[in-house]
């Protein structure tokens, strides 16, 4: 109770904060609101730019399919209808590597001076480097394809058509503009970027990649300059947060009237050390061998009171604390297991993670850092995504677990059927595992009844080469039908409940492959 009278103190004088701190409020907001307006407007120039290169790509195969021959009037066709099919396409030159021309799409020697290298696009033959045109300051794109070792084909192309035709209100708003080559040879550029230097103060900058093609775009604006266009806010602003504090305390005094879960230090707890992994064992149900473990964590406090997951993994999810959790229980869990995992190579060790973990995007490398050289090799971690919350962003999601397997871990779906993936995301995302939840277990009343939604849930595994653990198996029946349907791993406190590490050692050496031990008494023999 006393900690969260604390509590309620700080909350208190928390709540008014806002009043004090409005200009900084209002600051974050600016730089949030423009730095949106910024990005929407480099990802619009990049994909203007991604669209224009894909284009003189298929209009450079399509010239060469439809042509037997270079510079023939076959090809010299083809050519003009493309030229005239394109917006943006203004030239095409058939020439060698010393830069002799054989033949344009105007019968005229076209003269250009190369800006850049030229720079391979990943997952395409054809080449990207910028030229300047004799006669025209713009710089343009350059598009070449080699048909042989003497000859290439070469399609030049506008940049940024919605760049230079002013069409964007917003690009009129910012300081700086510029398209470059990946290499950092710039191409289009609007406004000075020295102009910048002397103008003091913090920058807003936003920048976007045109895709797989090696160009970037990059914006920036003084923040002293957008400020000036929100001095209404000000004391708006500072209503609203007079409006907030008092709202928030009203709020707080009421949550914590009706609140029966004390208000944890979960920060505290985690430097002290109190945060403590328990491990639940995996056995298989066809052998009676442990083959691994999930790792499961609970509060352990100074007094002895062992508090359970509920109580404190939202706030620490909600509180982004769940990272350094989870962290600290690895570290924990590498310690713990080394020696277990040496002997029996082939033991799993599954660790829980959090849609903290895909938005932060470092879990990877936090990876490499606790376990690389250490008794647990990649091979024996599994780390579990839990279903019940969505990952609203498949692509760093996709990144991260395919940085995973390039580790070698696998990955586990957790609480299958009951959240947001479905069979196109378990095949997307690459998962190795999935866990069924306790919840479709319990349906299991008999070992001779049959259960629907576990046998769809096992067929559908099946179909898709992805191996399954049950959770929650609590009775003898259970088993035995899961067993029955090929189901070989499973979990639950019909074999145990998560342990002390002491207990679950002992557990392990009983329950543990004696695969060393028997050949090294066959080594003795022999």
């Given at each position: 109770?006393?900690?969260?009278?604390?509590?309620?103190?700080?909350?208190?004088?928390?709540?008014?904060?806002?009043?004090?701190?409005?200009?900084?409020?209002?600051?974050?907001?600016?730089?949030?609101?423009?730095?949106?307006?910024?990005?929407?407007?480099?990802?619009?120039?990049?994909?203007?730019?991604?669209?224009?290169?894909?284009?003189?790509?298929?209009?450079?195969?399509?010239?060469?399919?439809?042509?037997?021959?270079?510079?023939?009037?076959?090809?010299?066709?083809?050519?003009?209808?493309?030229?005239?099919?394109?917006?943006?396409?203004?030239?095409?030159?058939?020439?060698?590597?010393?830069g002799v021309q054989y033949c344009s799409a105007y019968d005229s020697d076209v003269r250009y001076r190369v800006l850049s290298e030229s720079l391979a696009i990943p997952g395409y033959t054809e080449r990207l480097s910028a030229v300047v045109m004799e006669g025209n300051s713009t710089p343009m794109l350059k598009v070449t394809q080699h048909v042989n070792e003497n000859r290439s084909v070469s399609a030049f192309v506008v940049p940024a058509p919605i760049l230079?035709?002013?069409?964007?209100?917003?690009?009129?708003?910012?300081?700086?503009?510029?398209?470059?080559?990946?290499?950092?040879?710039?191409?289009?550029?609007?406004?000075?970027?020295?102009?910048?230097?002397?103008?003091?103060?913090?920058?807003?900058?936003?920048?976007?990649?045109?895709?797989?093609?090696?160009?970037?775009?990059?914006?920036?604006?003084s923040l002293s300059s957008v400020r000036a266009r929100y001095s209404e806010l000000?004391?708006?602003?500072?209503?609203?947060?007079?409006?907030?504090?008092?709202i928030t305390l009203a709020l707080a005094i009421q949550y914590a009237r009706r609140s029966k879960m004390p208000a944890y230090d979960i920060e505290r707890a985690i430097v002290a050390g109190e945060m403590k992994p328990y491990y639940q064992p995996v056995i298989n149900l066809r052998t009676g061998r442990l083959t691994g473990c999930e790792v499961l964590i609970r509060w352990v406090k100074r007094n002895g009171e062992v508090i359970p997951p509920g109580a404190f993994i939202d706030y620490a999810e909600m509180?982004?604390?769940?990272?350094?959790?989870?962290?600290?229980?690895?570290?924990?869990?590498?310690?713990?297991?080394?020696?277990?995992?040496?002997?029996?190579?082939?033991?799993?060790?599954?660790?829980?993670?959090?849609?903290?973990?895909?938005?932060?995007?470092?879990?990877?490398?936090?990876?490499?850092?606790i376990f690389e050289g250490s008794g647990i090799s990649y091979e024996q971690l599994v780390f579990e995504i839990t279903e019940r919350r969505p990952l609203d962003d498949r692509a760093a999601v996709n990144r991260i677990v395919s940085a995973?397997?390039?580790l070698g871990v696998r990955v586990a779906m957790d609480d299958v059927g009951t959240g947001h993936s479905?069979?196109?995301?378990?095949?997307?995302?690459?998962?190795?595992?999935?866990?069924?939840?306790?919840?479709?277990?319990?349906?299991?009343?008999?070992?001779?009844?049959?259960?629907?939604?576990?046998?769809?849930l096992v067929s559908m595994a099946r179909d898709m080469g992805i191996e399954i653990i049950a959770e929650g198996v609590e009775t003898q029946d259970q088993a035995l039908y899961l067993r029955s349907k090929n189901v070989t791993l499973a979990q639950g406190y019909l074999f145990s409940p998560p342990l002390k590490l002491d207990s679950f050692l002992t557990l392990a050496n009983a329950l543990k492959p004696q695969v060393k031990q028997t050949n090294l008494d066959e080594d003795i023999a022999a």
């Amino acid at each position: 109770m006393r900690g969260s009278q604390i509590l309620l103190v700080v909350i208190a004088i928390l709540a008014f904060v806002p009043v004090l701190g409005v200009d900084y409020v209002l600051g974050r907001y600016v730089k949030a609101h423009e730095t949106e307006k910024m990005q929407s407007a480099v990802n619009v120039v990049s994909n203007d730019a991604q669209r224009i290169v894909h284009g003189a790509i298929q209009s450079l195969r399509t010239i060469l399919r439809d042509s037997p021959s270079l510079c023939t009037p076959t090809f010299m066709a083809n050519v003009n209808s493309q030229l005239q099919s394109s917006l943006f396409l203004t030239q095409v030159v058939v020439e060698n590597s010393d830069g002799v021309q054989y033949c344009s799409a105007y019968d005229s020697d076209v003269r250009y001076r190369v800006l850049s290298e030229s720079l391979a696009i990943p997952g395409y033959t054809e080449r990207l480097s910028a030229v300047v045109m004799e006669g025209n300051s713009t710089p343009m794109l350059k598009v070449t394809q080699h048909v042989n070792e003497n000859r290439s084909v070469s399609a030049f192309v506008v940049p940024a058509p919605i760049l230079l035709s002013g069409y964007m209100p917003v690009i009129s708003d910012l300081s700086y503009l510029q398209i470059a080559m990946t290499n950092g040879t710039p191409i289009v550029q609007v406004g000075d970027e020295r102009e910048l230097d002397g103008q003091g103060g913090d920058f807003l900058i936003a920048r976007s990649f045109a895709g797989e093609i090696p160009l970037r775009t990059e914006a920036a604006v003084s923040l002293s300059s957008v400020r000036a266009r929100y001095s209404e806010l000000t004391f708006a602003f500072t209503v609203i947060a007079c409006l907030i504090g008092a709202i928030t305390l009203a709020l707080a005094i009421q949550y914590a009237r009706r609140s029966k879960m004390p208000a944890y230090d979960i920060e505290r707890a985690i430097v002290a050390g109190e945060m403590k992994p328990y491990y639940q064992p995996v056995i298989n149900l066809r052998t009676g061998r442990l083959t691994g473990c999930e790792v499961l964590i609970r509060w352990v406090k100074r007094n002895g009171e062992v508090i359970p997951p509920g109580a404190f993994i939202d706030y620490a999810e909600m509180t982004n604390l769940a990272i350094p959790m989870t962290l600290n229980l690895m570290e924990q869990v590498r310690d713990d297991l080394e020696g277990i995992c040496r002997e029996v190579r082939d033991f799993k060790v599954s660790i829980n993670l959090f849609e903290g973990h895909f938005r932060d995007g470092s879990i990877v490398d936090d990876i490499q850092s606790i376990f690389e050289g250490s008794g647990i090799s990649y091979e024996q971690l599994v780390f579990e995504i839990t279903e019940r919350r969505p990952l609203d962003d498949r692509a760093a999601v996709n990144r991260i677990v395919s940085a995973m397997h390039a580790l070698g871990v696998r990955v586990a779906m957790d609480d299958v059927g009951t959240g947001h993936s479905n069979l196109a995301y378990l095949h997307t995302l690459g998962i190795d595992i999935i866990k069924i939840d306790k919840i479709f277990v319990d349906m299991i009343k008999d070992a001779n009844v049959p259960v629907p939604v576990i046998d769809g849930l096992v067929s559908m595994a099946r179909d898709m080469g992805i191996e399954i653990i049950a959770e929650g198996v609590e009775t003898q029946d259970q088993a035995l039908y899961l067993r029955s349907k090929n189901v070989t791993l499973a979990q639950g406190y019909l074999f145990s409940p998560p342990l002390k590490l002491d207990s679950f050692l002992t557990l392990a050496n009983a329950l543990k492959p004696q695969v060393k031990q028997t050949n090294l008494d066959e080594d003795i023999a022999a």
